[in-house]
């Protein structure tokens, strides 16, 4: 993220300039040192970035790469802080494969205009079809800024499982097994041989209940998650 043209935007939105002001003294006159194997290093100038574990810099975030979401015709653009999703559909795959990497080539050119890197390494593709079409899924790659992008058979954005038939099981199948484990681990700390004074059990489940409790309270967790 660049300052200034932070800075810039806002000025163009018409922002009070206390805030715009704010925003500035907020982003710069930054310095930062690396400690390795407990030897620090000396102070560098930082003239780029947000500080981290901030509450505002994922706002200023957003507001910065806000210029990268487009309408795309018979598709869609969503994004989340620095997670975007390029949606795009037709009659045929070869036409969703063209698409995607011409809307991919555009959001390109916008983010370098911006100082924004997209990493080819985390980029996913997956093709999906609707309910009735019973056809075999492509498999054919999307070719991104020289490299080949492969089709896979699960997709995880935002926390979710997507696949090609955009069935649900995969992704409450994966959660269920994550909320199995951690059921599994705090159950082997917590044996039932255990005994709690009086004094401290006064509002406890009975201890008989507890593995019920204890199931009930992880097994649930991932239907929302």
């Known amino acids: 993220m660049n300052p200034s043209s932070l800075c810039s935007m806002a000025q163009a939105k018409a922002v009070n300039r206390y805030l715009v002001s704010w925003t500035r003294s907020f982003l710069t006159g930054k310095t930062c040192r690396l400690r390795y194997y407990g030897s620090s290093k000396v102070f560098a100038s930082v003239s780029v970035g947000t500080p981290q574990a901030s509450l505002?810099?994922?706002?200023?975030?957003?507001?910065?790469?806000?210029?990268l979401d487009r309408e795309?015709?018979?598709?869609?653009?969503?994004?989340?802080?620095d997670d975007t999703g390029l949606t795009v559909s037709s009659t045929a795959y070869r036409h969703n494969i063209q698409s995607l990497q011409r809307h991919c080539?555009?959001?390109?050119?916008?983010?370098?205009?911006?100082?924004?890197?997209?990493?080819?390494?985390?980029?996913?593709?997956?093709?999906r079809r609707t309910m009735m079409d019973?056809?075999?899924?492509?498999?054919?790659?999307?070719?991104?800024?020289?490299?080949?992008?492969?089709?896979?058979?699960?997709?995880?954005?935002?926390?979710?499982?997507?696949?090609?038939?955009?069935?649900?099981?995969?992704?409450?199948?994966?959660?269920?097994?994550?909320?199995?484990?951690?059921?599994?681990?705090?159950?082997?700390?917590?044996?039932?041989a255990w005994v709690f004074p009086r004094s401290c059990a006064t509002g406890w489940p009975p201890l008989a209940s507890c593995p019920s409790s204890v199931t009930a309270r992880i097994l649930s967790s991932p239907l929302f998650t």
């Open 105 to 127: 080539a555009v959001l390109k050119g916008s983010g370098a205009r911006l100082g924004a890197i997209f990493s080819i390494p985390k980029t996913d593709l997956i093709h």
């Open 134 to 192: 019973r056809g075999p899924v492509s498999r054919s790659p999307v070719h991104v800024d020289g490299s080949i992008c492969a089709s896979k058979d699960e997709v995880r954005w935002l926390g979710y499982w997507f696949t090609p038939s955009v069935s649900t099981t995969p992704h409450f199948t994966k959660r269920l097994a994550k909320a199995q484990a951690a059921f599994v681990a705090i159950k082997r700390l917590s044996p039932r």
């Open 72 to 81: 795309i015709p018979q598709g869609l653009t969503l994004s989340y802080v």
């Open 56 to 67: 505002v810099s994922p706002l200023l975030f957003v507001i910065y790469v806000s210029r």
